[in-house]
């Protein structure tokens, strides 16, 4: 099936990492429009690679889907800045002239017992991933007000519905996440913008390859009752599921996509 996303246009964070530019590739496949949106230069570490790696990953990824006959551009958005948010929903709007989808993707994961938790890195993961995407919804509201209603997808997790017995901090965002995508559904539900989150589990990406020790794979994956960790393109197709007008009647909403690790 193709064409699923035609003529929606799509600012999608954290793009230049492995679930980004997943999504990125298979909504341009469906039809989308893609601006993608990454970290240049900020010290921030996402997903265990330098930025520089993952903004050049980004603009791989749109000459992939241009060299296809899509549309892609990239813009430099550190996601806890308020103006880059501001400037980043402005080029995609000058540029593509409108902003049906936001995807908050972008995010960073911290695996620390309690006691080992910093207060600094408590304040950089809750900037990431909570600020975060406050800000992006605040900043594409308006846009997708303007185009007559649009689809907000935020990034919460399974850890932000089950308990983990470690890296609390992460858990503190990606609850957060849940319920302010809730309260902003309701709060938009009558601007025809619907906001949903999706709750991956555990993926094969590089932000788990970076921040989980490799000691702990095995145990984790036990938890699965799949027995394996996701890949990205099963992330994607849910991205795209909630982004098109398939998921019409879905607004704060969980898509939880984890091979049965919260059935028990």
Sequence with gaps: MVDRLNGKVVLLTGAGG????????????????????NLPEDPIIAEGKPPT??????????????????????VALDVTKENQWETAVR????TFGKLDVLVNNAGIYYHAGLLDHTVDKFHQIV???QLGVLLGMRAAVPAMKGAGGGSIINFA????????????????????VRLMTKSAALEFV??????????????????????????AWSPLVD???????????????????????????????????DGGYTCP
């Design 18 to 37: 492995g679930l980004g530019a997943a999504q990125a590739r298979l909504m341009a496949k469906e039809g989308a429009t893609v601006m993608l949106a």
């Design 53 to 74: 790696e993952l903004w050049d990953n980004a603009q791989t990824v749109v000459k992939e889907i241009r060299d296809a006959g899509g549309k892609a551009d990239v």
């Design 91 to 94: 080029k995609t709007v000058d």
């Design 127 to 129: 900037n990431v991933n």
């Design 157 to 176: 997790s399974i850890y932000g519905i089950s308990g983990a017995g470690v890296s609390t901090a992460y858990q503190s965002t990606k609850g957060a």
């Design 190 to 215: 009558g601007d025809n913008i619907r906001i949903n989150a999706i709750c991956p589990g555990m993926f094969d990406t590089n932000l788990f390859e970076s921040s989980v020790p490799r000691e």
């Design 223 to 257: 938890l699965v009752p799949m027995k394996r960790f996701g890949k990205p393109d099963e992330i994607a197709y849910g991205v795209v599921f909630l982004a098109s007008d398939e998921s019409s009647f879905m607004t704060g909403a969980d898509l939880v996509i």
